[in-house]
């Protein structure tokens, strides 16, 4: 029997807790840009096949000029307004419970939460997130967009591992409890 598919997020932030700066700047990222390291990314995405991701940050990469990450996989862009899919990638206007409990109900692989922080609001709102990975940027942006917000129930975790690199940047890795 496949183990049961994992809702897993994987984000950057800064120490103070924001993952872009007021105007959606996502310049202080490249402050940990290494070559040759990629902070167990490639590793990460190989373990995933459905990606969900809120419509904002999903037109944030494309404003950056960049290809979709994701097309290689299902992906949910969650957003108000129905859009006709673009290959792979489905634009989910539906309740975001029930696109979890339609994916882990299927076999395949865990589930990327790529962001941003309404999306991992809501899905923290439901208890949707099985596991966190946080890479804490070394720098206080001071204001931004917070990757928590307010209005959430209390959620403990338990830490799996924490991973220092030579850039500053610490990888944090959580599990919620069942």
């Known amino acids: 029997m496949n183990p049961p598919r994992k809702v897993i997020l994987y984000i950057a932030m800064s120490l103070d807790g924001y993952i872009a700066k007021p105007d959606d700047d996502l310049g202080f990222l490249s402050m940990v840009e290494k070559e040759g390291e990629d902070y167990g990314y490639y590793g990460f995405v190989s373990s995933v096949d459905a990606v969900i991701v809120g419509r904002k940050t999903y037109d944030k990469v494309l404003s950056m000029g960049y290809d979709f990450p994701h097309s290689d996989k299902d992906a949910y862009i969650v957003t108000r307004t129905p859009r006709e899919p673009i290959g792979t990638v489905k634009f989910y206007t539906g309740n975001l419970g029930e696109l979890v409990a339609d994916l882990k109900s299927k076999t395949g692989k865990n589930i990327f939460v790529d962001g941003g922080a309404e999306i991992v609001h809501l899905l923290l709102k439901d208890n949707l997130i099985d596991e966190f990975y946080i890479s804490v ?34 990888q944090l890795h959580y599990e919620r409890p069942h």
């Open 137 to 170: 940027i070394p720098i206080l942006l001071g204001e931004g967009i917070a990757l928590f917000k307010n209005g959430r129930p209390e959620t403990p975790l338990k830490l799996l591992s924490a991973r220092p690199f030579e850039s500053g940047l610490v």
